[in-house]
């Protein structure tokens, strides 16, 4: 791990972007939401408070 540097979990709408930018993958934030509750994974603002 990095000592010093704070990283916090990608949010939807980033998760969106970079799919975009990335992969060339087209999808809405809500989709990429429904995907993660899908997969059972918590928002972002979950996971960086369950630190």
Known sequence: LNKGIITYPYSDGKIKNKLKNEYKI??????????????????????????
């Open 26 to 51: 087209a999808l809405a934030r809500r989709t990429v939401r429904e995907y993660r509750k899908e997969i059972e994974i918590d928002s972002s603002f979950q996971r960086r408070i369950k630190k």
